[in-house]
């Protein structure tokens, strides 16, 4: 068989057959449809190293419509990847390296895990903001030591979802002339053909948002891609759209361009007629070593990477701080002086604490820590006055393309996301702020940050009905509880600067998942603690106060509510009962602690507890068992002040210490019997 393109191609399509037949699922219809493109992107223009994954100066490239993945594995495996045949073998089965859908740190050379469609669009945006903003501040005349395009594969599916219009909108904003995405123009979705409910005109779509765009690109022609791609980076100011027109399951003689090959295995008899019509002669699983040989990237890519070394050494020799500095942000290392200046600021708060609000707490907090840290680039979705996201050094990144504030305008679903790609990118400790009730509008990335591990910093201000007269549309309810039991994300909500401080510090020491710090846009009290308290804060909760003796009652708190409940503890406790304050900053770290330290703060023998927090009550019995109470709220709430909301629903130390007694009573009468 002649080496061409084509039979190039379609080793990925046959593997990528065989892969999805042999696991009973799977999508083969744009691995099949895109192999053309994909052929020519890693064998000619994507800069890529197969030994080294993670090399950073690689392009990145993103599969967006993540159901295609076994298009990205097969090209994975062909180039030379730590990615063998047996683990293509093992698509979709448990504990392989080839899940159903590209996930970061299962596979080499998965940059992020897609899946849910148009996210990965969002993430190439970031990761494009990353590589220009960290381009202009490290690179120097004849030192370009980040220099690297993203490009993006994308469906019909990714261009519906509304996040595609965010991420596109604010990419052409802000003029993002190495962003290549290529939209696989199949016209077919899992209902059928798209007509029906896509018929906009993606060409003036995207030139409306200051794309360049390259249209009417056959997708099944080298030299017709090669053209697009070439033109696509010639444009430096713009991001590109290459629409590539492709037909689904491209070669199989009865499934190719319907729906019936997008979503399920061909079947062995379709895949057998789909061999003998592209005259592919060999066995499942298998690629002839001529093939192999042309596919073969690890002698080329090895030579970039050791060319951009070479660059890489001159810098260090010519700026030697500058490539200290780029070491350590890229390999995510904390500041040398960070232990010791974090330290001496909490101690500062901790003789000087003030009454504000937890929002104008992290506004203090990014003043001061900006200057140790500066990975941080942050940003708020149009809501920056009210979020308290900027400091005396925010630099937009659309006037100062060095800075580090990104205005992301109404788009709190692509902030987010954009921010995963970021972080992704490395470099950079994004941080995305928002109202909490608004986190609903960003919640899925807000959950693909969390299954990716990705440090990413989430500020949710306006955090209860203490924000008062907006009413019930902005005030959250249920949001908290929805936040604390998604899986590998830190939830905070501080009482006062001290544990905002200690929220801040946890979430930027931690490099294991994102974590989200929810402020409130009212004033709080002062809360006074020993040092020992401090380092406790760091657990997720801790005993704030011992009332009289051993505790008959616990009181458990958080935010604007600890402080009611602190006076209400002291109230109960002039009475002759004994009560304990408990402040639980962090359910998700303290649920982490060792038993017996979980057991100091919640003794088991005490039965009598109540929680008291402003959002939906039924998260907190896990902690206060069935014998307990729950101060919360379990429906919509109300246009007035603060103040008269907090009475209204009980918030007040009136309302506590009737509910302690109530509590309290129960128990003796049952005592009595």
Not at 78 to 94: A, N, Q
Not at 307 to 314: D, V
Not at 411 to 433: C, L, Q, W
Request: charged residues 20%; proline residues 4%; neutral net charge.
């Amino acid at each position: 068989m002649p080496i061409n393109r084509k039979n190039l191609a379609n080793a990925i399509r046959f593997l990528s057959m065989d892969a999805i037949q042999n696991a009973e699922s799977g999508h083969p219809g744009a691995p099949m449809g895109m192999a053309d493109i994909a052929e020519v992107l890693w064998r000619n223009f994507l800069k890529y190293n197969p030994k080294n994954p993670n090399w950073n100066n690689r392009d990145r490239f993103i599969l967006s419509n993540g159901h295609a993945s076994m298009l990205l594995y097969s090209v994975l495996h062909l180039t030379g990847y730590d990615l063998s045949i047996e683990d293509l073998k093992k698509f979709r089965f448990l504990g392989s390296k080839t899940p159903g859908h590209p996930e970061v740190g299962y596979t080499p050379g998965v940059e992020i895990t897609t899946g849910p469609l148009g996210q990965g669009l969002a993430n190439a945006v970031g990761m494009a903001i990353a590589e220009r903003t960290l381009g202009e501040y490290f690179n120097r005349p004849n030192y370009s030591i980040v220099d690297n395009y993203t490009w993006v594969f994308v469906g019909d599916g990714c261009l519906m979802e509304g996040i595609s219009h965010e991420a596109a909108s604010l990419a052409g904003t802000l003029k993002l002339g190495k962003l290549i995405v290529i939209y696989d123009n199949n016209k077919i979705s899992i209902d059928g053909n798209v007509s029906g409910w896509f018929d906009e005109n993606v060409y003036k779509r995207f030139q409306a948002y200051n794309w360049q765009v390259i249209n009417e690109v056959d997708g099944h022609d080298a030299d017709s891609i090669i053209k697009a791609f070439n033109e696509a980076k010639l444009e430096t100011k713009k991001p590109s759209l290459i629409i590539c027109n492709t037909i689904i399951g491209y070669g199989s003689p009865n499934k190719q361009g319907t729906k019936d090959c997008h979503g399920s295995p061909l079947g062995i008899e379709e895949i057998n007629l789909t061999r003998k019509n592209l005259n592919w002669k060999y066995p499942i699983f298998f690629v002839p070593e001529s093939i192999y040989k042309k596919w073969d990237f690890k002698e080329q890519g090895q030579l970039l990477e050791d060319n951009w070394n070479n660059i890489l050494e001159g810098y260090k020799k010519k700026y030697p701080k500058l490539y200290s500095e780029y070491n350590r942000r890229i390999n995510k290392i904390l500041p040398n002086d960070w232990e010791l200046k974090s330290n001496i600021f909490i101690e500062n708060l901790f003789k000087n604490e003030k009454i504000v609000s937890t929002r104008q707490s992290s506004q203090n907090i990014l003043e001061q820590w900006s200057t140790i840290f500066p990975e941080l680039i942050g940003g708020s979705a149009d809501l920056a006055p009210s979020n308290l996201t900027m400091w005396s050094g925010s630099k937009s990144i659309k006037d100062n393309l060095s800075g580090n504030y990104i205005h992301y305008g109404v788009r709190e679903f692509g902030m987010t996301a954009i921010g995963n790609g970021i972080s992704h990118y490395g470099g950079f400790i994004p941080f995305t702020s928002t109202f909490l009730m608004f986190v609903e509008y960003a919640k899925n990335a807000v959950r693909m940050a969390s299954l990716m591990h990705t440090k990413h910093i989430f500020i949710y201000t306006h955090d209860s009905i203490g924000l008062g007269e907006d009413g019930p549309t902005h005030q959250p309810i249920e949001q908290l509880s929805s936040l604390r039991i998604t899986p590998n994300l830190h939830v905070w909500r501080p009482s006062d600067q001290l544990e905002t401080a200690v929220a801040w510090k946890s979430a930027l020491d931690r490099n294991s998942g994102p974590s989200a710090l929810i402020l409130s846009r009212q004033n709080l009290d002062v809360i006074s603690r020993s040092k020992t308290q401090i380092k406790n804060i760091y657990k997720g909760g801790y005993i704030l106060k011992d009332f009289n003796a051993y505790p008959e009652l616990i009181l458990i708190s958080t935010g604007s509510e600890l402080s009611i409940s602190l006076h209400a503890a002291e109230q109960l406790s002039k009475e002759g009962y004994s009560v304990r304050v408990v402040s639980f900053p962090c359910t998700n770290i303290f649920d982490k602690q060792n038993i017996s330290y979980r057991n100091l703060v919640l003794p088991k023998k005490v039965t009598l507890r109540i929680a008291i927090e402003a959002g939906a009550s039924d998260f907190w019995y896990k902690y206060v068992g069935l014998e307990g109470k729950v101060i919360g709220i379990d429906q919509f709430g109300e246009s007035a002040s603060a103040e008269v909301l907090f009475k209204k629903f009980g918030f007040t130390i009136e309302n506590i210490i009737l509910e302690s007694k109530k509590l309290l009573f129960t128990k003796k009468n049952k005592n009595d019997i």
